[in-house]
């Protein structure tokens, strides 16, 4: 499986924007990269994913280096909402059903 | 309805009882998952149904029992468990196994076993 690699932990200060690195140096043509949140007792949510091109949400923007080597998640403002564990995940493209999780980068946002 | 259903929230049972945990989507997903958390701990993958049919067992032990009775529903059959398996149960559901789907997250049944 192709693996991804966050930082463990970041901080920002609210109503200032984040952007949370991802690297997945062994991602295949047909992976999409998919980006979930966990805010604390809650299941994960779908934050936002996409393949080649960059993408825009009404949550946040995704920016995907040339190579797809890597990618990064841009929240433009951060609230208090927005503190949770941030996972990037890579979407098989020929074997979807396999969605793995890795450890995440847990998000801190100041007031 | 944009959501995965998950009951009970919380459960509490001894080592000889058997339960059952229930998730359920009305979203016309016709892949569904069940997900293990331990405290601060990523989910890890336990089951995938694809259209009714479990397609992934990771190597989960035998007193964790999938079920998939019809396509908005899923259970999984609790039995002889240890304390150690003690965790949140995610249940998840995406439209198909195609890498564009996105999955959606039941908040989970939080399971205690003593």
């Known amino acids: 499986d192709a693996k991804t690699t966050q930082p463990n932990s970041m901080e920002s200060n609210e109503e200032e924007p984040v952007h949370l690195p991802c690297n997945h140096s062994?991602?295949?043509?047909?992976?999409?990269i998919h980006w979930y949140r966990q805010l604390p007792s809650q299941g994960p949510e779908y934050v936002i994913h996409?393949?080649?091109s960059n993408v825009n949400n009404r949550m946040a923007s995704l920016a995907i280096a040339e190579d797809r080597k890597s990618s990064t998640l841009i929240l433009h403002r951060a609230t208090l909402r927005d503190a949770a564990v941030y996972y990037c995940?890579?979407?098989?493209?020929?074997?979807?059903?396999?969605?793995?999780f890795g450890p995440g980068t847990r998000l801190s946002v100041l007031p | 309805d944009t959501e995965v259903t998950q009951t009970p929230k919380h459960l509490v049972m001894g080592m000889t009882n058997k339960k059952s945990l229930k998730c359920e989507q009305h979203?016309?997903?016709?892949?569904m998952y069940w997900y293990k958390q331990k405290a601060k701990k990523p989910p890890e993958l336990m089951f995938v149904?694809?259209?009714?049919?479990?397609?992934i067992n990771e190597s989960v032990p035998s007193r964790f029992s999938p079920e998939c009775p019809n396509s908005s529903l899923l259970n999984l059959h609790l039995h002889a468990l240890q304390p150690e398996d003690s965790a949140l149960y995610l249940c998840?559901?995406?439209?198909?196994?195609?890498?564009?789907?996105?999955?959606?997250f039941g908040s989970g049944t939080r399971l205690t076993v003593v």
């Open positions: 998840a559901s995406s439209q198909g196994d195609a890498s564009n789907y996105g999955y959606t």
């Open positions: 062994t991602i295949s043509g047909t992976d999409y």
């Open positions: 996409g393949l080649t």
């Open positions: 995940i890579l979407r098989d493209g020929l074997n979807g059903q396999n969605f793995v």
């Open positions: 979203m016309g997903h016709r892949a």
């Open positions: 149904y694809s259209y009714e049919k479990l397609s």
